[in-house]
């Protein structure tokens, strides 16, 4: 019978090994995420929560907490709503401080940009090339600025975060969604990816190499051809096309989907780069391969031991 397992904690990380126990306990001497967790968790709460406002807001509350705590204890109360703030105080005082960093990456303070460093868009060009003049201004109530016109984008990106132009777009929740969508997929991807190796040190630590080559190896093979791939995708496009090619750009989202329907005949949604359809379905199939791989393999392993045992007792 395995012993149980005990975390030591003290008031700053006692609410994160809440949330991991909460989720499970794990094994008698397996390795504890709970101090990845303390960055992890408000970090990835922070890339959803990117407001600098409403993260000061999060941080003044956390820091008055923090600071009166001693004669909060002292208060005892029976308040279930109240303690379980209370007893969260560190963490919501990092997914303060973590949401005002990525409120200035996203440039957004109670859903209004800073101008700190200027814009890198200029108006001034389009006029000076004739495509605005005051009739096009007269005759429409949304322009659009043209990054392919020289002048127009000046080519030296934002010195820090979203620029200040994007703030007065009609377009922004367009492309902000977009851009967070992506973001999201590539963090979240890489945090499963960095969890399936955690596991790769228990099965080191207790000397089970079955378990790293009919579980660890399959998972890693299964995620990154399929969603290691859509990171590669995400990442490469951001790469190979700028505005002069953005109109040719093709939609990752129905590549994606025709990947797992060996769909490559579509002519509303061009190839990304040369020898695509090979290298996806070489990846799909591979994916598939790690199923059985992953799920068959082990069980029939443990029933032969099994049998072996068996055999050696009645011996």
């Known amino acids: 019978?395995?012993?149980?397992?005990?975390?030591?904690?003290?008031?700053?990380?006692?609410?994160?090994?809440?949330?991991?126990?909460?989720?499970?306990?794990?094994?008698?001497?397996?390795?504890?995420?709970?101090?990845?967790?303390i960055i992890t968790f408000?970090?990835?709460?922070?890339?959803?929560?990117?407001?600098?406002?409403?993260?000061?807001?999060?941080?003044?509350?956390?820091?008055?907490?923090?600071?009166?705590?001693?004669?909060l204890l002292a208060q005892k109360s029976n308040n279930e709503i109240w303690n379980t703030f209370f007893g969260g105080r560190y963490l919501i005082l990092l997914m303060g401080i973590f949401s005002i960093y990525t409120g200035f990456i996203y440039n957004d303070c109670f859903s209004k940009s800073f101008n700190i460093f200027g814009s890198s868009w200029h108006t001034r060009p389009m006029f000076r090339n004739n495509t605005w003049n005051p009739h096009v201004l007269e005759e429409n109530q949304v322009l659009q600025l043209d990054p392919a016109i020289p002048g127009v984008y000046s080519g030296n990106p934002y010195p820090f975060g979203i620029d200040p132009i994007w703030n007065i777009a009609s377009n922004k929740l367009t492309f902000l969604n977009s851009y967070k969508m992506k973001m999201s997929v590539v963090m979240?991807?890489?945090?499963?990816?960095?969890?399936?190796?955690?596991?790769?040190?228990?099965?080191?630590?207790?000397?089970?190499?079955?378990?790293?080559?009919?579980?660890?190896?399959?998972?890693?093979?299964?995620i990154l051809c399929l969603f290691g791939y859509l990171v590669f995708m995400v990442i490469f496009k951001w790469c190979r096309f700028d505005v002069h090619v953005s109109q040719k750009a093709p939609s990752i989202l129905i590549h994606f989907i025709n990947m797992f329907l060996f769909n490559y005949n579509d002519p509303t949604n061009g190839p990304l780069y040369l020898h695509q359809e090979e290298v996806q379905s070489f990846l799909v199939i591979f994916a598939l391969i790690a199923v059985p791989w992953m799920l068959l393999f082990k069980p029939f392993i443990l029933r032969a031991n099994h049998r072996r045992a068996q055999r050696m007792v009645r011996a």
């Open 188 to 222: 979240g991807i890489t945090q499963m990816v960095f969890g399936v190796t955690l596991s790769l040190f228990n099965h080191i630590y207790f000397k089970k190499t079955i378990n790293i080559v009919v579980q660890f190896i399959p998972e890693m093979i299964f």
């Open 1 to 37: 019978m395995a012993p149980p397992t005990f975390n030591r904690t003290n008031k700053f990380t006692a609410g994160f090994q809440n949330i991991v126990d909460a989720y499970g306990v794990g094994s008698y001497r397996e390795m504890n995420p709970a101090p990845y967790t």
């Open 42 to 71: 408000p970090f990835l709460f922070a890339v959803m929560f990117g407001d600098c406002g409403h993260g000061a807001v999060m941080l003044g509350f956390a820091l008055w907490m923090v600071t009166n705590e001693k004669t």
